[in-house]
């Protein structure tokens, strides 16, 4: 038997967040929040109520090194216009490329009003300990949807007890 001990530095939900004027704040890195093996929601403003016009919001998701940064849409309420373009949208990016990432620099952005990978399980995991998310709705007056929630935590395998055992087959 095998056993993995907890490295020194785990994500633990004890640094604070720097976010005192919430997502929607002016300058860069204006909204962090420290995640670690706890989740914490994160929602678009006035969630789940309707959303408001011209709203650039962001959350910077940080955690250990070593960790990665697991988001779970629970819900999902963006609607599309006419021409099924979506106007307003959240989006994940991340700092680093990764041949593992399936998020990048690039990033992934959804709308709509079904969860990312519906009918499955709606969890995107960075490849790195930082995450960003934004949140946009354009200046229109169009039916706005009631955005998004999340749960975020941590994701780091080396700091869970982890037991390998092997077994030896005779013939």
């Not at 976010?19 to 969630?47: F, M, R, W």
């Not at 408001?52 to 250990?64: A, D, F, H, N, P």
């Not at 006419?82 to 949208?89: E, G, M, N, R």
């Not at 690039?106 to 490849?127: E, H, T």
């Amino acid at each position: 038997i095998l056993e993995a001990t907890a490295p020194e530095f785990c994500p633990a939900n004890t640094v604070d967040d720097s976010c005192p004027d919430g997502p929607c704040c002016q300058g860069e890195d204006c909204c962090v929040l420290h995640v670690g093996t706890i989740a914490k929601e994160i929602s678009s403003p006035n969630y789940p109520l309707q959303s408001r016009s011209g709203q650039t919001c962001s959350y910077k998701l940080v955690s250990e090194p070593g960790s990665q940064i697991s988001v779970n849409f629970l819900d999902l309420d963006l609607p599309a216009d006419a021409t099924q373009t979506c106007s307003d949208f959240v989006q994940l990016i991340e700092e680093k490329n990764s041949a593992s990432s399936l998020i990048g620099t690039a990033g992934r952005s959804f709308c709509g009003q079904q969860l990312p990978n519906y009918p499955g399980p709606s969890v995107l995991i960075s490849a790195g300990n930082s995450l960003t998310v934004n949140y946009h709705t354009a200046m229109t007056s169009l039916q706005r949807g009631k955005g998004f929630k999340a749960a975020v935590t941590a994701v780091n395998p080396l700091c869970s007890p982890t037991d390998i055992r092997t077994q030896v087959w005779r013939l």
